[in-house]
């Protein structure tokens, strides 16, 4: 069971980033897919979260009409969209698998990706 996440970097404040998370060695097609993210000297917070089928979405409110969560289920890939960055966007981003209610609730998910960093500079 693999969940890849790539696609962050460094970006000035109000420029774009996609990130993807790849999803691979089981179905997860019952999953609920969340990205997380956190900052140096912080505790890990959600960002947004989707079923494959897209019928449920969710953002935190710090990121909503900025970011866009959604899926390709032919790819397994989920993805982030992130416009309008801030400075205090910056942090690890986290994608991860679900099949427990609380979708904002980090430990209610099950398996996670290795993070991928975005660096957002003023």
């Known amino acids: 069971v693999q969940l890849q996440a790539f696609g962050g970097g460094l970006v000035q404040a109000g420029g774009s980033l996609r990130l993807s998370c790849a999803a691979s060695g089981r179905t997860f097609s019952t999953y609920r897919m969340g990205w997380f993210r956190q900052a140096p000297g912080k505790e890990r917070e959600f960002v947004a979260a989707?079923?494959?089928?897209?019928?449920?979405?969710y953002y935190a409110n710090s990121v909503k009409g900025r970011f866009t969560v959604s899926t390709d289920n032919a790819k397994n890939t989920v993805y982030l969209q992130m416009n309008s960055l801030k400075p205090e966007d910056t942090a690890v981003y986290y994608c991860a698998a679900s099949r427990s209610v609380g979708y904002a609730d980090p430990r209610r998910y099950d398996y996670w990706g290795q993070g991928t960093e975005v660096t957002v500079s003023s």
């Open positions: 989707i079923t494959w089928n897209g019928d449920s979405i």
